[in-house]
Protein backbone atom coordinates (compact mmCIF):
# COMPACT_ATOMS: atom_id res chain seq x y z
CA UNK A 1 0.00 0.00 0.00
CA UNK A 2 1.37 3.56 -0.62
CA UNK A 3 2.64 5.39 1.88
CA UNK A 4 0.71 8.38 0.63
CA UNK A 5 -2.34 8.30 -0.70
CA UNK A 6 -5.17 12.09 -2.12
CA UNK A 7 -7.12 11.27 1.24
CA UNK A 8 -4.48 11.57 3.80
CA UNK A 9 -3.17 14.69 1.53
CA UNK A 10 -7.01 16.28 1.73
CA UNK A 11 -7.21 15.74 5.74
CA UNK A 12 -3.33 17.38 6.16
CA UNK A 13 -4.22 20.24 3.69
CA UNK A 14 -7.45 20.98 5.32
CA UNK A 15 -5.76 20.88 9.00
CA UNK A 16 -2.85 23.28 7.08
CA UNK A 17 -5.11 25.75 6.17
CA UNK A 18 -7.29 25.91 9.33
CA UNK A 19 -4.31 26.40 10.89
CA UNK A 20 -3.18 29.26 8.90
CA UNK A 21 -3.90 32.68 10.69
CA UNK A 22 -5.39 35.48 8.31
CA UNK A 23 -3.27 37.51 5.69
CA UNK A 24 -3.86 40.63 3.29
CA UNK A 25 -2.63 37.98 0.28
CA UNK A 26 -3.40 34.49 -1.00
CA UNK A 27 -1.05 32.20 0.90
CA UNK A 28 0.63 29.50 -1.31
CA UNK A 29 0.01 25.75 -0.35
CA UNK A 30 3.54 24.40 -0.18
CA UNK A 31 4.64 20.82 0.10
CA UNK A 32 7.64 19.06 1.37
CA UNK A 33 9.24 16.00 0.92
CA UNK A 34 12.01 14.33 3.13
CA UNK A 35 14.16 11.68 1.81
CA UNK A 36 16.12 8.92 3.91
CA UNK A 37 19.12 6.32 2.78
CA UNK A 38 19.48 8.01 -0.74
CA UNK A 39 23.44 9.34 -1.47
CA UNK A 40 22.24 12.64 -3.60
CA UNK A 41 26.29 13.05 -4.21
CA UNK A 42 25.69 10.59 -7.11
CA UNK A 43 24.11 12.45 -10.51
CA UNK A 44 21.88 9.78 -10.94
CA UNK A 45 19.69 10.39 -7.49
CA UNK A 46 19.81 13.97 -8.38
CA UNK A 47 15.70 15.12 -8.62
CA UNK A 48 15.06 17.74 -10.90
CA UNK A 49 10.91 17.04 -12.38
CA UNK A 50 8.99 19.35 -14.48
CA UNK A 51 5.41 18.15 -13.30
CA UNK A 52 2.10 19.55 -14.74
CA UNK A 53 -0.55 20.28 -11.70
CA UNK A 54 -4.10 18.69 -13.31
CA UNK A 55 -6.02 21.44 -11.32
CA UNK A 56 -3.81 24.60 -12.11
CA UNK A 57 -1.19 26.54 -9.87
CA UNK A 58 -4.32 28.60 -8.63
CA UNK A 59 -2.10 31.77 -9.16
CA UNK A 60 -1.39 33.73 -12.61
CA UNK A 61 1.93 32.48 -13.84
CA UNK A 62 4.40 35.15 -15.64
CA UNK A 63 5.70 33.87 -18.90
CA UNK A 64 9.25 35.94 -20.68
CA UNK A 65 9.92 35.12 -24.13
CA UNK A 66 13.34 36.10 -25.71
CA UNK A 67 12.20 37.20 -29.50
CA UNK A 68 13.83 38.24 -32.84
CA UNK A 69 12.15 41.48 -34.57
CA UNK A 70 9.69 39.75 -36.82
CA UNK A 71 8.61 36.94 -33.78
CA UNK A 72 8.48 39.75 -31.47
CA UNK A 73 6.18 41.77 -33.47
CA UNK A 74 3.77 38.48 -34.04
CA UNK A 75 3.55 37.92 -30.12
CA UNK A 76 2.86 41.05 -29.40
CA UNK A 77 0.14 41.53 -31.85
CA UNK A 78 -1.33 37.70 -30.21
CA UNK A 79 -0.66 38.58 -26.95
CA UNK A 80 0.25 35.37 -25.46
CA UNK A 81 3.02 35.98 -23.17
CA UNK A 82 3.21 38.64 -20.42
CA UNK A 83 6.74 40.27 -21.51
CA UNK A 84 8.89 40.04 -24.81
CA UNK A 85 12.37 40.69 -24.93
CA UNK A 86 14.07 41.20 -28.02
CA UNK A 87 17.34 40.61 -29.05
CA UNK A 88 18.44 44.08 -28.65
CA UNK A 89 16.91 43.92 -24.70
CA UNK A 90 18.93 41.11 -24.47
CA UNK A 91 22.26 42.37 -25.75
CA UNK A 92 22.10 45.45 -23.09
CA UNK A 93 21.25 43.03 -20.36
CA UNK A 94 23.47 43.89 -17.35
CA UNK A 95 23.42 40.85 -14.18
CA UNK A 96 21.13 43.95 -12.18
CA UNK A 97 18.36 43.88 -14.74
CA UNK A 98 18.67 40.03 -15.33
CA UNK A 99 18.22 39.66 -12.00
CA UNK A 100 14.85 41.97 -11.76
CA UNK A 101 13.40 39.86 -14.98
CA UNK A 102 14.22 36.72 -13.14
CA UNK A 103 12.43 37.83 -9.97
CA UNK A 104 9.44 38.81 -12.21
CA UNK A 105 9.07 36.24 -14.21
CA UNK A 106 8.03 32.39 -13.67
CA UNK A 107 9.03 30.77 -16.72
CA UNK A 108 11.33 32.16 -19.86
CA UNK A 109 10.78 30.85 -23.13
CA UNK A 110 12.99 31.49 -26.66
CA UNK A 111 13.83 31.32 -30.44
CA UNK A 112 16.41 28.57 -30.88
CA UNK A 113 18.67 30.77 -32.66
CA UNK A 114 18.77 33.20 -29.37
CA UNK A 115 20.30 30.59 -27.14
CA UNK A 116 23.39 30.83 -27.42
CA UNK A 117 23.40 34.54 -26.60
CA UNK A 118 21.44 33.70 -23.71
CA UNK A 119 23.41 31.91 -21.87
CA UNK A 120 26.31 33.94 -22.43
CA UNK A 121 24.43 37.38 -21.27
CA UNK A 122 22.07 35.97 -18.78
CA UNK A 123 22.76 32.05 -18.29
CA UNK A 124 24.71 32.48 -15.05
CA UNK A 125 21.51 34.51 -13.68
CA UNK A 126 18.64 32.51 -14.71
CA UNK A 127 20.32 29.03 -14.42
CA UNK A 128 20.94 28.74 -10.89
CA UNK A 129 17.15 30.11 -10.70
CA UNK A 130 16.07 27.25 -12.75
CA UNK A 131 14.94 29.76 -15.46
CA UNK A 132 16.82 29.02 -18.31
CA UNK A 133 14.22 29.58 -21.17
CA UNK A 134 13.11 27.04 -23.20
CA UNK A 135 13.49 27.10 -26.87
CA UNK A 136 10.53 26.48 -28.74
CA UNK A 137 10.10 27.03 -32.42
CA UNK A 138 9.02 30.33 -33.96
CA UNK A 139 5.85 29.03 -34.61
CA UNK A 140 2.76 30.62 -32.66
CA UNK A 141 0.73 27.82 -32.26
CA UNK A 142 3.37 25.98 -31.11
CA UNK A 143 4.39 28.86 -28.67
CA UNK A 144 0.29 28.81 -27.42
CA UNK A 145 0.70 24.94 -26.81
CA UNK A 146 4.07 25.94 -24.49
CA UNK A 147 2.70 28.59 -22.70
CA UNK A 148 -0.36 26.77 -21.64
CA UNK A 149 1.56 23.55 -20.54
CA UNK A 150 3.55 25.89 -18.27
CA UNK A 151 0.62 28.26 -16.82
CA UNK A 152 0.02 24.46 -14.79
CA UNK A 153 3.86 23.56 -14.56
CA UNK A 154 6.26 23.27 -11.48
CA UNK A 155 9.46 22.73 -11.21
CA UNK A 156 10.33 20.13 -8.31
CA UNK A 157 14.39 19.95 -7.84
CA UNK A 158 16.52 19.17 -4.31
CA UNK A 159 19.11 21.46 -5.70
CA UNK A 160 19.27 24.41 -3.23
CA UNK A 161 23.08 25.34 -4.02
CA UNK A 162 23.81 21.52 -3.05
CA UNK A 163 21.73 18.92 -3.48
CA UNK A 164 19.52 18.43 -0.29
CA UNK A 165 17.82 15.51 1.25
CA UNK A 166 14.32 17.35 0.33
CA UNK A 167 12.39 18.47 -1.93
CA UNK A 168 9.85 21.64 -1.67
CA UNK A 169 6.94 22.36 -4.40
CA UNK A 170 3.72 24.87 -4.21
CA UNK A 171 0.78 23.29 -4.94
CA UNK A 172 -1.80 25.60 -5.42
CA UNK A 173 -3.50 28.41 -2.84
CA UNK A 174 -5.69 28.26 -0.17
CA UNK A 175 -8.57 30.02 -2.17
CA UNK A 176 -8.77 26.27 -3.82
CA UNK A 177 -10.39 23.12 -2.59
CA UNK A 178 -8.85 20.94 -0.38
CA UNK A 179 -9.97 18.17 -3.16
CA UNK A 180 -8.08 19.80 -6.15
CA UNK A 181 -4.66 20.49 -3.88
CA UNK A 182 -4.80 16.59 -3.07
CA UNK A 183 -5.17 15.85 -6.98
CA UNK A 184 -2.25 18.27 -6.84
CA UNK A 185 -0.28 16.98 -4.70
CA UNK A 186 -0.28 13.39 -5.50
CA UNK A 187 0.93 14.62 -9.37
CA UNK A 188 4.16 15.95 -7.53
CA UNK A 189 4.31 12.87 -4.81
CA UNK A 190 4.00 10.64 -8.40
CA UNK A 191 6.74 12.01 -10.05
CA UNK A 192 9.02 12.34 -7.26
CA UNK A 193 8.57 8.71 -7.03
CA UNK A 194 9.80 7.65 -9.86
CA UNK A 195 12.73 9.39 -8.98
CA UNK A 196 13.82 7.66 -6.41
CA UNK A 197 14.30 3.92 -5.84
CA UNK A 198 11.93 3.05 -3.82
CA UNK A 199 8.86 4.52 -1.24
CA UNK A 200 10.72 3.96 1.60
CA UNK A 201 13.27 6.47 0.88
CA UNK A 202 10.61 8.87 2.08
CA UNK A 203 10.99 10.06 5.55
CA UNK A 204 8.13 12.00 5.87
CA UNK A 205 5.64 14.83 3.62
CA UNK A 206 4.60 17.85 5.09
CA UNK A 207 2.01 20.61 3.50
CA UNK A 208 1.72 23.73 4.76
CA UNK A 209 0.95 27.37 3.82
CA UNK A 210 3.34 30.37 2.70
CA UNK A 211 3.12 31.64 6.15
CA UNK A 212 1.37 28.74 8.39
CA UNK A 213 2.71 25.89 10.24
CA UNK A 214 3.36 22.43 9.06
CA UNK A 215 1.45 19.33 9.04
CA UNK A 216 2.65 16.11 8.28
CA UNK A 217 1.08 14.07 5.72
CA UNK A 218 2.77 10.79 6.28
Same mark, same amino acid.
Not at 17 to 22: D, I, L, R, S, V
Not at 174 to 180: G, I
Given at each position: MALADKEKFKKAIKEA @?? $? %???RNFVETVEMAINFKNIDFKKPENRIEVQVTLPKGRGKPVKIGFFADKALAAEL? $? %??? *? #? @???? @???? +??MDKKSAKKLAKEFDFFLAEPSLMKDIARKVGAVLGPRKKMPRPVPPNIKAIEAMVKTLKNTVIV /?? $?KGKYLPVVHAPIGT *?? +? /?? #? #?L %??? %?MAVYSAVLRKIPSEQNIRSVYVKTTMGPAVRVI
Open positions: @KE $K %AKPK $K %AGI *V #D @KIIT @KEEL +MN /SN $K *VE +M /SE #D #D %AEN %A
